[in-house]
């Protein structure tokens, strides 16, 4: 390092090439279209989206929820250097029957290859992560609640679902829960394959013949949840729906005493 | 370096061999095959005459694959074979019959090994499907245009989205690979044919055969299970079931058979001097692609020959009450299912990575990581299949594995993003109908993939499963990446394949409209999945209105832009302006050679110097 001074020209570290890159023009000009647009998926992600989403009823829904609108905002710089290199270059079209002049040749560039490597791996970790993180609360929520959840049974025959409430001694085509208790849908199918989708809860499990899957959840809120069958299950397989509601607990034990059953 | 004029191609006509070859057709093929399958029907009924559905599965799926073999033996496909069982092989006259030598129009109607008449009959057969998928399209949303609108009922509906779905599926494996895997990829690597060229006529041959079969569907009750089939619905499902699954199997050896041709081809006949790092990046994507079709496709054979013998045997592979399985078939589909999503997406691209640098002016960025990129998804894409089931409730806790392969996927995609856009950056693009093509998938597969990320994870997917989202989503990558990449493919070969220009007005039209409409059609379709709407439904709640309104009016546009799209392919196939050799002054071998393109391609073998991206102004 001593000697450093004797020589004359150094080539430029990469810092400086990078300092020099950022200093021409197009990659200027690209940038700020880079910034715009990155803020409109975040906007896109943060305000519109989620006006789509129908209302959050539980944590397992709003973890979804969550998912989505956060993977659109950490997608959102990649979104906006794409669209916005690709946009730079529609600035200087050519038109005719000729080819243009050449390009520069720019065959390869291994520090950008390796940085965009390096960055889409670590987005994708995040997202793994971020994911593999959700996943498993939900799964702690459910062993957490084990015990104390409310176990409805669920049974899909085309194209009908119906509920049964083996603790209460309740069956009924409609699915009422009572509000903050955990419950344990127990689902199972008596011919093809369905897949019960309680919208507004967040959570989707398959229905299969002489198998019973499970999925957990919490309302959270009281109102009205439409459950659905979200596996093509034959004729009416658009027809196959129906309504839920969430109630307060009072609400709950009067209705399961008014269906004949027995308050736990 | 001149355009030819077409009356004055000097092909001698020989002397047509005096042998039972020159009399058989696609006509005597299609009589031979509907009377093999008379015949096996007639002999079932008095077989099994019984009205149980068993039976008459029999009857049927036997009669579908007896029209299958008789069209084969009538268009003398087993002409060669048979002669090697008593030890000869076809007179040198014969194979240069069946090369198509001199026989104008006619050999496109016939059992022709020459590569570029295989071609021309894969391109047009795909047209034929695209029309057909796309119109059950058009129905599909005519359907939806309002809640309750009931313009055909849920048993039709349902029979459309399976139709369509099927179609769509089958052509777009073919719509790249089949037209220009086989017309341009040959002249690509400077070969005279392929390396199996019976084989090759075989493959489309049997993928007609196959055509009849999947329209039969109609007549027998549909597929009304969509294209996935599930079982046990399958098992549940009418006559037309039967012709799903003939399909898929004839398919599936279709697909081999080409697939192997294709990988024989590149691997044995690339010209002198080409190396494995100067091949045209088409040339690798359609062979990765194939390649990944050969072990694939035998998981979807096999789950389809077991659900043949449910049907009409009456075993119990996917039937539960008897010790079957649901999940089984959904394991054996999905096997297939995920690497075939990239077997259709990776030609496209690849076509697209062949464009951007002849239109840019500059060298495709950083082949290694093209090709890296490439084989990266392939690698994975077996490894992702349950995605496809994490709400099944197979094995929950082999979700997270599965989501942390299925991100990884995002890795090697991005890579070809970092490709084009890299070979776009500081170029100045040739606005001509191949190059829109480029920035159409930088948009479309960039919404497609990002949303294939929420897609893969766990909680999410909780959520979006079954929806119409995953319908946006998979449809930006099939149809706004692959599909977008293969027309882009078409305008750009176009010249190669018929000497004629493909009208540009008409194009860009068609390409605005197709790709607004596009837009128009899947965003709102995404809103609608993110509201709640399930996938396949018939009908739908108030709440959806507004967002399967849109969709449906993108997809009108859509649709127009797709006649427009036709009309500009009939009419410049027929009036278009003559093409130059090398319009578009590209580098690939292809463009070496004149319209019409001679019997075997190149008079003196060509040798290969370098790859074929040299272009832009030589640095320093």
Redesign the interface.
Known sequence: MSDQHEVVDLPPTPGERLRNAMKAR?VRITMIFGVVITAFFVFIGLWF?PK???EIMSE??K???D??VY??VI?AP??GL??A??LY??F????G?????????????TP??FV??LV??I??IV??V???T??NV??EDATANAKTALVVEVTGSQWVWTFNYPELGVQSEQLNLPVDRPVEFR?HSV???H?F?P?QL?????A????T??AHTTPNVLGTI?I????????????METQGKVMKEADFNSWVTAQGGHVA | MTTLDHAKVSESRPNPPKSLITKLNMGTGMIVGIVFAEVMYFWGKSMWDRQEAVMENRILTLSMFAWCIGFLIGIGAFIGPFRWLIGKDLTDEEQLFLAGKGQGVSRYFRYCTDHKVVGIQYLVGVMVMLGAGGTMAMMIRTNLITPGSKWVNAEIYNSLVGLHGITMIVALIIVSTGPFGNFILPIMIGARDMAFPRLNALSWWLLFTAIPVLCSAWFFGGIPTGWTAYAPLSVQAGGGMNAFIVTIIIFAISSAIAGANITTTVVTMRAKGMKWNRVPIFVIGATISVAMAIPAFPSFMASQMMAAFDRTIGTHFYDAEFGGSGWLYAHLFWIMGHPEVYVILIPGVAILMEIAPVFARSPLFSYTTAVVGLAGIVGLSFLVWAHHMYISGWLPSLNGPFMVTTEMISIPTGLLFLVLLGTIWRGRPWMKLPMLGVYALLWNFLIGGITGIYLSDVPADDYLHGSMFVTAHFHYTLMGAALTGAIAGLAYWFPKMTGRMLDERSGYISFWLVQIGFQVLFLGMFAAGSQGQPRRVADYEQAFATSDLISTIGAYLVGIGMIVLLYSVVHSWRKGKIAPMNPWGAKTLEWTVPYPIYLENFHEAPVVTSDPYGYGRSEK
Do not use: Q
């Open positions: 197009d989206y789509f989403m129908p397992s829904m973890r979804g929820k998912v989505i993977f659109t997608s990649i979104a794409v669209i290199i690709a270059t529609l200087d079209r050519h038109h029957d000729t080819p243009p002049e050449e390009a520069a040749s720019f065959r390869t560039h950008i290859v965009w490597t889409s791996a987005f994708c997202a793994i971020w994911g593999l959700e996943m939900n799964s689902v011919d093809v394959n897949s989708w919208v967040g959570v989707k499990v398959d299969n013949d002489r198998v899957t499970l439409d659905k069958c979200a596996e093509l299950c034959g004729l009416y397989h658009a027809y």
